[in-house]
């Protein structure tokens, strides 16, 4: 039986590809840093809750220590983490450093625990969870965007180090999702218009966010595709984003967003074809 370690599982895309996995087959290691919150989950064939909060290094050796122990890890999921978004001169120095704990050290910490393993068998996969934040930079997302921009260099630095031993190398990118992601620090202060039009930019004319299935379909896509891929859009909003920057000219997007967002004609701003 395969096996897929997940952190973050207790909500969100974690949890959604907890199940898709278990659903398909697979034995799940749901990492949380509450397991009370596992719920349902537990009832699920094959899925072992384990605790684990990024910001304990020792629980995080311990936790994967056991896992690599029990289980011939196929896949690591790094997905847990939050958000915070406001003015980057408003951001708390302490939640800063508490968001870079969590989402880039705490990430990395886990990723290190799983490495040797992973060249032993000469196999695997190692995905990430990542944003769009990290690919295109958005108001209010200095420091969210910039611990996200730390894992893609991560990811894409462990992508040349680990192909060599055939293991497998991703970012899972949401663009916009329906969960219960975390933002404890939303400061808006000055940029209300300018967030609600980049709320409906990144709505792209859909009346809601996408849920986190797509997200977890598009990982067991990456698991399972055999394609030597580094960045995986895991919604309809990132998919359309993620391309049209991709396809422009950083100069050109940069004009085009701000006009976007700040532009005297953004609510009539329409992509370009």
Partial sequence: ???????????????????????????V??????????????????????????????????????????????????????????????LPEHEIRKLFETDVLGTMLVTQQFIPHFKARKGGAI?????????????????????????QGMVESLYYELKPFGVKVAAMIPGGTSTHFQTPVNILDGYEEAAARQRAYLLDGNAAFPGPEQAAETVWTAVNDGRDQLNYPTDRVCRKLYEQYQGMDIEDFKTYFYDRIFGASAAEASFPQ
């Fill in 29 to 90: 290691i749901a990492t949380m840093r509450n397991p009370q919150k596992a719920g349902s989950l537990s009832a699920l064939p094959h899925v072992v809750v384990l605790p684990l909060d990024l910001t304990n290094p020792k629980q995080i050796r311990e936790t994967s220590r056991k896992a690599l122990d029990a289980y011939d890890v196929d896949v690591l999921f790094n997905n847990a983490g939050y958000g915070i978004m406001g003015p980057f001169e408003k």
């Fill in 127 to 151: 995905l990430t969870t990542t944003s769009l934040a990290g690919i295109i930079a958005l108001p209010r997302d200095g420091a969210y965007g910039a611990a996200k921009r730390a894992q």
């Fill in 1 to 27: 039986m395969k096996t897929i370690f997940i952190t973050g599982a207790s909500s969100g895309i974690g949890r959604e590809t907890t199940r898709y996995f278990a659903e398909h087959g697979w034995r």
